[in-house]
Each structure stands twice: as C-alpha cells, then as structure tokens.
C-alpha cells in the first residue's frame, strides 16, 4: 500500500543552501533512492543525486538519511514510519558539487598516495605460490564497494577538516593493512601507515565498522592489526631485540622475507 | 615496482567548494545518547567500587582472597592471604597491599582496544556517537603523549596473564576449608572459578594476544600451530566487548562477595 512520505532535503551548491520539505508518494518494497527518482520524475527535475547499480554494489548513493550515513539504494522506506519526516542531506565530509552529490576526490588522491602491490625482485609474476589462508585475511578487505561513508563518518576529518593533509582514513588505512597482510608484498606499510596516513589519528571508535554497507570488521580487523604491527616497528623494544638477536630481516609479519 | 604516488591533496579555495553549511550538530533521529551514557554509568560504578574496595581492609577470609588484593604481596596481608606464604614486599609496605597489584589490570583495561572505544566515547565525547560532532576544537588521536602510551597495551596483556594465573590460583585454593583441608566447595568457590573463567575469556580474547599467537605473519600456512591458535583467539576475539563487560562486573561481584563474606554480611552455610 501507498503513502505521502514526508523528506526534507538538503538543496544547495557549493556548501550554500538548505534543508527543503517534500511530501511524495513511496509504495511497498521501494527505497530512500526510489523516492528520490519519484521526487525527481514528478517535482524537482533539477535534484542532483548520483546513484548507478541500485543493488548495494556500486557505492554510488552514499547519503546522510536522518542524520546516519547510508546507501539511499539499500535503506528500505518500511524502516521509516509512515509520519515520519526523513531527513537525506549529502555526505558531510566531503565538499558538495550541488544538492546531494559531494565530491569525493579526496579518496581518490589518497589511493593514488598509497604504492601499489611490490614482490620481491626474485619473484616474477606466475610464480607466486599462497594458500587460501594466507590471503583469506585481505580478501574481506577486497569487498569494499567504496561508499567511503566509513571515510565520510569518521570523526578525525568529519569534524577536524585540518586533519585531511595528514588522514588517510579508514578505508585506506584498511587497503595499507590489506597490503602489509599480503604474504608477497614487501613494501615497508608499518612505518608509511603512521607517519604518512595517520594511523595515529584513530581512536577506534569503530564509526567506520558501524556504517559498512559491506559488513567489513574494518576495525578489528584491519585497524586495530596495523596498529599492533606498527607497535612491532616502532614502540616494542622486545621485538626489536628478537630481530636483532634472530636477525630477522623485517618485523616478523614481514611477508615473504620471514613468515 | 612501487607505484609513484601523487602529492598532498591541496585546499580548496574558499567559498568554491565547501561541505553543505548545516548547523545541526547530528540530524540523528534515533536515541544516540543512550549508548555512552550507559557506557559512562557502569565505567563510574566501577571506578567508585574499586576505590572504596582498596581502601577496604576485608579482603580475606579463609579460603577467601577478594580478587582486588590479590596476589597479597607485603606483611601486612594476613598470614593465609599471601600469595604462596611469601611477602617480597615486606614491612616497608603500608598501603593497601591492592595497590601494589592493581596496575597491570587497571592498565590492562584502561589501554584496551574496547574499552578505549568506550571511554573515548562516554567520557572525552570523541565522538560522543557515530555522526554526531564532538565539542573538542582540535584533535591529534593517539600520535602524541600522553594517548600514545596506548601502545603498550601488549605489555598489560603480558600482566594481565599473570594476575589470570593468579586468581586462577586463589580460585583452586579455595577448594580448601578454612582449616586447610580440600574437599571444600562454597559459593563462594563457584564465584571465584567463573571469575577466573572470565577473566581468561577476556584476556585471551585481547587483541594483542590475537596478533602475538599469528597475527603478525602473514604466511599462516607455514604456521599451522600458530594459526589455529589465530583462529581460536580470532573467535573469542569477535566477542571482546561482551567479555570485557562480564569479566568486569564478574570480578567486582566476587569482590564484594568475598569482603562480605569477611564482614560476616553473608554467613550461611556453603558460602
């Protein structure tokens, strides 16, 4: 059965605007997304949303729906009350481009800051040999849709915009774990993740795990493990003496060099 | 191999691209607050207890040893209550003997991974919930003294081991009577063993201990020992939040028991 949803609806451009109300018929089994492509059809063909798969797959349609981010294609209406009004405004870390499409390029340039995968010189492509439970581990981190609502939600840039130059956020913090856990990789990840992208900065708060569309354990997982692997580099006195005496080459999580 | 990387993202120019200017510090519907004002509320309880319980002199009755005295490790503990008939801290020691010991689980707790969470939420508001803006100005995280010490989490767990075997310990002790002679089994036995069970659960679950049984390598199949250990820590792990919680009321309930067991508050049979 139909109803008039009530939304109010963040409109702007360039960080200017404000929250505006529509009332708009929704039915069964439809989405925050399909009340949008409703408003859109039938009042305001002019409102900016970016959306592509509508399957929860793309991480196109990440917005803020009453106060919470989500994607607008995977938050069903029927979790709403039917006098409920819905508040959607777009995400709020990132700059808006107008109504509730942000500019996300701030991930992308920190991928970009992030090497790529690097083997060892002495193994060339096709030969590399891992089990399944050496890359179990990096393969939950690979099911990441890049939403970046975990970037978006967490506190560090959500609420200190000064901390971005030094913040990788969680998301890439995570792809510099996934990468360190890789047994071929033997780039130095320990030392870059705290001095370069601001491992530091994170309190684990697990704002990040809390919005996974995907349900990655991003904190358990990937932060808190980095976080301990570069106590291993820098704050551990004991393992440094057990490299030094062993004569370990790396940090003992060191990928193909030493186990 | 390695890929070049791109410079520093740069600043926007003011006033071309901003974030949308909502002034509402959450547009959060639901009731956010709840959470870390239960969090604030059982951490404050516990903090008042432990601070009545240190300076509280009914800590032992036999078989009985309060979990917040033990190990006893100065002459002022009753002969029975030290902790293998030894007392290395001797006469000098006048304060509460839980004061020599409480460190490593007061360190334990306060460095780790969950209760970080917790406090950094109820307490500092850091942030207070998700999407709701905290009220500091600035923020550094853990890159700088003092919160950087949180990295000597692993050292706690080191200790914290120890204070397992040691109630572990108090906990088989008091399968005596209070002449000395086993075959005694009271509450108060059961409280102490699911105490020690608890406190094993969390400690085990830490997720230092996750990382130092495999978690540092990354080629687990080289390790098989080490990597069901992984796995078996992995497990005990996903429930850390609830062992933290339950181990820390388990063992402020077998406290009190034992203090009013001491103070003859509870005197029935079988306590």
Same mark, same amino acid.
């Given at each position: 059965m139909g109803y008039k949803a009530k939304f109010r609806i963040w409109r702007g451009e360039a960080g200017e605007g404000a929250l505006e109300d529509f009332v708009v018929e929704v039915n069964e089994g439809e989405v925050v997304l399909d009340a949008l492509h409703r408003l859109q059809a039938t009042?305001?063909?002019?409102l900016a949303v970016r959306w592509n798969c509508k399957a929860g797959k793309c991480g196109s349609c990440s917005m803020e729906i009453n106060g919470k981010p989500r994607l607008g294609c995977m %938050?069903?209406?029927?979790?709403? %009350?039917?006098?409920e009004t819905i508040t959607v405004t777009p995400m709020r870390t990132f700059p808006v481009?107008?109504? !509730?499409?942000?500019?996300?390029s701030f991930n992308y340039q920190k991928a970009r800051e992030i090497p790529s995968f690097t083997p060892p010189d002495n193994v060339k492509p096709g030969e590399y040999r891992m089990q399944q439970i050496d890359v179990e581990r990096s393969q939950e981190f690979r099911k990441c849709i890049e939403c970046f609502m975990c970037n978006n939600v967490c506190h560090v840039i959500r609420d200190h915009e000064e901390n971005k130059p030094a913040f990788a956020g969680p998301r890439f913090l995570m792809r510099i774990a996934e990468l360190d856990m890789h047994p071929y990789d033997v780039a130095d990840r320990k030392n870059a993740a705290q001095?370069?992208?601001? !491992?530091?900065?994170?309190?684990?708060?697990k704002c990040c795990t809390e919005v996974c569309p995907e349900h990655i354990k991003i904190t358990d997982n990937a932060l808190i493990p980095m976080k301990e692997r570069v106590v291993d580099r820098r704050y551990d006195p004991l393992v440094w003496l057990g490299n030094k005496i062993f004569k370990r080459s790396g940090s003992g999580s060191g990928s193909a060099k030493s186990g | 191999m390695t890929q070049t990387t791109a410079g520093r993202p740069t600043s926007e120019p003011a006033g071309r691209k901003q974030r949308a200017q909502i002034k509402a510090r959450t547009l959060r519907t639901d009731r956010w607050w709840v959470a870390p004002a239960i969090t604030f509320a059982a951490l404050t309880s516990f903090l008042v207890y432990g601070f009545w319980a240190i300076f509280d002199k009914s800590y032992f009755v036999e078989p009985y040893i309060a979990p917040f005295s033990s190990p006893c490790l100065a002459t002022s503990c009753p002969e029975g209550a030290r902790f293998l008939g030894l007392a290395p801290f001797g006469d000098w020691w006048t304060l509460p003997p839980g004061f020599l010991i409480l460190g490593l689980p007061a360190g334990f707790r306060l460095t780790c991974y969950y209760y970080r969470k917790g406090y950094y939420r109820a307490f500092w508001l850091s942030p207070p919930a998700c999407s709701v803006a905290e009220p500091h100005g600035k923020y550094t995280g853990e890159t700088r003294l003092p919160l950087i010490l949180q990295n000597l989490h692993r050292y706690f767990f080191y200790g914290a081991v120890l204070i397992g075997a040691v109630l572990t310990y108090d906990a088989v002790l008091a399968l005596r009577d209070a002449e000395g002679n086993w075959g005694h089994f009271g509450l108060g036995t059961a409280i102490l063993f699911i105490n020690a069970a608890l406190i094993w659960a969390y400690t085990l679950s830490c997720h230092s201990c996750r990382h130092i049984t495999a978690g540092r390598l990354n080629h687990f199949s080289k390790h098989p020992l080490r990597y069901k250990m992984w796995t078996f820590v992995s497990k005990l792990n996903a429930r850390h939040m609830l062992l933290a919680w339950l181990s820390m009321y388990s063992v402020m309930l077998a406290d009190l028991y034992v203090r009013l067991v001491a103070k003859g508050i509870i005197n029935f049979p079988f306590a």
């Open positions: 009042q305001t063909p002019d %938050t069903r209406m029927s979790t709403f %009350t039917e006098d481009i107008k109504d !509730l499409v942000t500019d996300v001095e370069e992208h601001g !491992l530091g900065y994170c309190n684990i708060t | -």
